[in-house]
Each structure stands twice: as C-alpha cells, then as structure tokens.
C-alpha cells in the first residue's frame, strides 16, 4: 500500500485541535455551512472539499492544500483498502 499507514480523516484532525471555547454552532455560521454539515466533517462522515478547505484557511489560516492532501491520502487508503475492487490488468505497450 505504498507505505500509507491508516491516515487520520482531516475531520477527525480538526476535531482533535477545536477550541474549547467555540461551539460547532458558532463555528458553522462562521464558516457559512450548516452544522450538521460541519459536524458530518468533523466525525469524518464527510470528505472536505476544496471550497471547505478554503474556508478553513480563511478562517484558521491553515493552508487549504493541507486538508486536500490529508483528505487525498484518507481516500487513496480508504480505496485501497476495499476488497470489492476489481482486479485490472496492467496495460501492455504497443509497438509504433
């Protein structure tokens, strides 16, 4: 699996370094989702896209590429993982 060790879900990461003072609540109309869009991220039901990426960076000042690549791996892994995959056979080359 290319050396990917069980990479955490971004959600699960923000969730681990949430202020204790702000509420999901707060944080949502902050971010301009709603909250139980926010809390599905933060339970890592749901992927973080490029436009929540940038509003993380805007409002954590966290860069945006961050929470793509961390989401990238959770999926790759997460693909890998799934045993329903069909096998492919690589692509032979052609002579020209």
């Known amino acids: 699996m290319n050396g990917m060790h069980n990479p955490a879900h971004p959600g699960e990461v923000l969730k681990e370094g949430w202020p204790a003072e702000v509420t999901i609540t707060a ?4 971010l301009g989702v709603t909250r139980a869009a926010l809390s599905r991220i933060l ?3 749901a992927a973080i896209s490029a436009d929540m990426a940038l509003r993380l960076q805007d409002w954590l000042g966290i860069n945006a590429q ?3 690549r961390m989401q990238a791996a959770y999926d790759l892994w997460q693909a890998q993982r ?3 995959r069909p096998h492919i056979e690589r692509l032979k080359q052609v002579a020209s």
Request: net charge neutral; charged share 0%; aromatic share 8%.
């Open 82 to 84: 799934n045993q329903q």
């Open 66 to 68: 961050m929470w793509l």
């Open 43 to 45: 339970n890592g039901h």
């Open 27 to 30: 944080a949502a109309q902050q």
